[in-house]
C-alpha cells in the first residue's frame, strides 16, 4: 500500500454558499479547492444567488449546481440524500447567522440545512457578518451548541467590513479556507500510511542533487544532476510512512510536503550531515546524489586571475559517501544510484558489490529522454545476492511513478525471507 500526499486523490467537497458579501471569496475557494484536486459541488441557498449567480460556481466547479431542495428531477431519485452521501466534508463558507442558527435548532427547511442533517461527514462552517451579530449572545449559543454537535468551526477574522464596522467578522481568505482543506486530508493520508504504509515507522534518509566542489571563491566543479529523482523518492517515501530526511545538494526544488531538508555544497558536508543522521538512527539510506569524484587540493582564497594559456589544478578524491556508510557497524539498508553512459548494467552490478550495497538502481544518462534534466527516467534495479531477488526493470515512466516503483522495491526487500526461497 502507498500513499501520494503531493494530492488528494478521489477525496469529495461539498461547498455549501449562503447570504452575503462574503460569497464572492467563495468563488475563489471553489476555484483553489479544485486545483488542489479535490471534486467540488456547491449549494447555494436563495440568499446567496442575491450576490453571485450560481452559473459562475458551475463553470468554476464543473458540476451542476444544487440550490433546490424540491427539485422534481433530483428528487426522483432522492437528490439530497445522495448528495449528503457523496461528500467527504462539507465546508459552509460563507455561513450566515441564519444558517448557523438553522443548524443549531435543527431546522430543515432549505436544500443546505437538510444537507447538514443529513450527512455523515465532517462539516465546517466558516461564519462571516457583521461584528454585532457575530458578537450576539444567540449567535454564541448557537456556535457553542455546534461545537458541542461535532461542527469545526473556522473562525472570522478582524477588519474592515462592508458596512463600515471594524471587528471580528471577516471569513478568512479563500486561499487560506482551501489551506485547511488541503492539510485536513494529508493528516488523515498521512495517519494511515504511518500505521499501513510500505515503509512505515522507518527514517530514511536521501541524498540528492549534484555537490560543488570550489575552485576559489566563485568558481566551482560540479555536473548536471538536478535532484529531481532524489526528491521525487523523498516524496515517495514520505508518502509511504516513513521519516524523511533530504541532503540536499545545490538545486532549485521545493522541499517536499513533510520532508525535514538539510542543504548542503560539497561531497564533504554531504558526509559529514550523513554520518550525523546515521547517529540518530536510520533504518534506509538511499544515495541518489551525484557526488563529484574529486575535489580540488588547495582552494583559492582570492579570485584566480586570467593568466597564460593554461591553468593547472591539482584534484585529490572525494569520500565515497554511500560506501563509507556501508561500512559502519550500524549500518542501515544501503541503496545506491549508478548514472552511467555505457555497460550501464554491468558498472551498476559490480558497484553492487563493491560498496556492499543492498540494491541498486542504475540508469543511462547518456540518453536524451530520460535522466538530469528529464522528468522522465527508466531504471534496473539490482539486489545484493543474498535477497535473492531477481532484478527488475522499471519501464520509462515520470519520475514520480519510478520513485513509487523502488519504494516497493525497498520494500520488498526489507520483508523478503530467504528460507521461503529455499523452500521452493
Known amino acids: 500500500m502507498s500513499f501520494d500526499l503531493s494530492v488528494i486523490p478521489n477525496k469529495n467537497i461539498i461547498v ?39 452559473l459562475t460556481f458551475q463553470a468554476l466547479s464543473g458540476n ?19 448528495l449528503a452521501r457523496w461528500a467527504d466534508l462539507v465546508l459552509i463558507a460563507p455561513a450566515s447567522c441564519d444558517t448557523l442558527a438553522k443548524f443549531a435548532a435543527g431546522l430543515a427547511d432549505d436544500l443546505l440545512s437538510t444537507l447538514y442533517l443529513a450527512t455523515s461527514a465532517p462539516v465546517w462552517v466558516a461564519p462571516a457578518m ?51 482543506v488541503t492539510d485536513y486530508f494529508h493528516k488523515a493520508q498521512r495517519a494511515i500510511a504511518e500505521k499501513f504504509g510500505l515503509l512505515a515507522s522507518k527514517h530514511v534518509v536521501i ?13 566551482y566543479i560540479s555536473n548536471h544532476s538536478t535532484g529531481k529523482m532524489g ?54 539510506f538511499i544515495a541518489t546524489a551525484a557526488v563529484a569524484d574529486y575535489r580540488v587540493a588547495e582552494v583559492a582564497e582570492h579570485k584566480i586571475k586570467k593568466s597564460g594559456d593554461e591553468l593547472n589544478i591539482a584534484l585529490i578524491k572525494n569520500p565515497d559517501i554511500v560506501a563509507t556508510i556501508a561500512q559502519q557497524d ?38 536524451a529522454d530520460i535522466g538530469f534534466a528529464s522528468d522522465e527516467n527508466a531504471m534496473t534495479v539490482f539486489f545484493a545476492e543474498s535477497y535473492h531477488l531477481p532484478k527488475r526493470d522499471l519501464e520509462k515512466a515520470s519520475k514520480q511513478e519510478i520513485a513509487q516503483q523502488l519504494v516497493e522495491a525497498i520494500h520488498d526487500a526489507l520483508h523478503h525471507d530467504p528460507a521461503q526461497d529455499e523452500a521452493f
Open 16 to 54: 455549501g454558499i449562503t447570504g452575503g458579501i462574503a460569497a464572492y471569496k467563495s468563488a475563489i475557494l471553489v476555484r483553489r479547492l479544485k486545483d488542489a484536486g479535490f471534486n467540488v459541488r456547491v449549494v447555494m441557498t436563495e440568499g446567496a444567488q442575491a450576490f453571485i449567480t450560481p
Open 64 to 82: 451542476p449546481v444544487h440550490t433546490q431542495l424540491l427539485d422534481p428531477e433530483a428528487e426522483a431519485g432522492m437528490g439530497h440524500i445522495e
Open 130 to 180: 457583521n461584528q454585532q451579530m457575530w458578537a450576539a449572545k444567540a449567535t454564541q449559543r448557537n456556535l457553542a451548541t455546534l461545537v458541542d454537535d461535532g461542527v469545526h468551526v473556522i473562525m472570522p477574522e478582524s477588519g474592515s467590513q462592508a458596512c463600515g464596522d471594524v471587528g471580528l467578522g471577516r471569513m478568512p481568505e479563500p486561499e487560506e479556507l482551501a489551506r485547511q
Open 207 to 219: 541524498t540528492a542533487g549534484p555537490t560543488r566542489e570550489a575552485i576559489d571563491p566563485v568558481r
Open 231 to 284: 526528491f521525487a523518492l523523498a516524496a515517495a517515501c514520505y508518502a509511504a510512512g516513513a521519516k524523511v530526511t533530504l541532503i540536499a545538494g545545490p538545486v532549485s526544488l521545493d522541499t517536499p510536503n513533510g520532508v525535514r531538508r538539510i542543504n548542503v555544497s560539497s561531497a564533504v558536508q554531504m558526509l559529514d550531515t550523513s554520518m550525523q543522521l546515521l547517529d540518530e538512527g536510520c533504518d534506509v
Open 330 to 367: 550500524k549500518r542501515p539498508f544501503m541503496v545506491g544510484f549508478a548514472a552511467e553512459t555505457r555497460n550501464v548494467e554491468e558498472y551498476a552490478a559490480g558497484k553492487l558489490v563493491a560498496k556492499k550495497l543492498d540494491m541498486i538502481a542504475c540508469n543511462d544518462v547518456s540518453r
